[in-house]
Nanobody
Framework: QVPIRESGGDSVQAGGSLRLSCTAS??????MAWFRQSPGHEREGLAAITTPVGRSYYADHVRGRFLISHDAGENTWYLQMYDLTPEDTAMYYC?????????????????????WGQGTQVTVSS
């Protein structure tokens, strides 16, 4: 598959902030999302963006704390996370789709995104 590169995961104190970065092929530009998964839990969608139009979507429990954005010039997507809590501890994944149909697909479904990054660990200490 086309490689997707993630970075930015770290260990931080509760209340801190992190910015995750994801670079992907320009062909994977229709839909992009951030997911996370912790041991024993289902993979959950956090945020998504449709790059041609720039519409963004957020899970209820992160809306207002997490911001998804896209830098077209750098072909990079970001997840800016504020006010982190221990519940945010997880492996975070970048996912993308180059299929135009993804704009009409449920973004919270991992199956919508055929291409995934390797994951970056976020650990939040109380």
């Amino acid at each position: 598959q086309v490689p997707i590169r993630e970075s930015g995961g770290d260990s931080v104190q509760a209340g801190g902030s992190l910015r995750l970065s994801c670079t992907a092929s320009p062909s994977l530009r229709f839909c992009m999302a951030w997911f996370r998964q912790s041991p024993g839990h289902e993979r959950e969608g956090l945020a998504a963006i449709t790059t041609p139009v720039g519409r963004s979507y957020y899970a209820d429990h992160v809306r207002g704390r997490f911001l998804i954005s896209h830098d077209a010039g750098e072909n990079t997507w970001y997840l800016q996370m504020y006010d982190l809590t221990p519940e945010d501890t997880a492996m975070y994944y970048c996912a993308a789709s180059g299929r135009p149909s993804c704009v009409s697909s449920p973004w919270t479904d991992p199956a919508t995104f055929p291409d995934w990054g390797q994951g970056t660990q976020v650990t939040v200490s109380s």
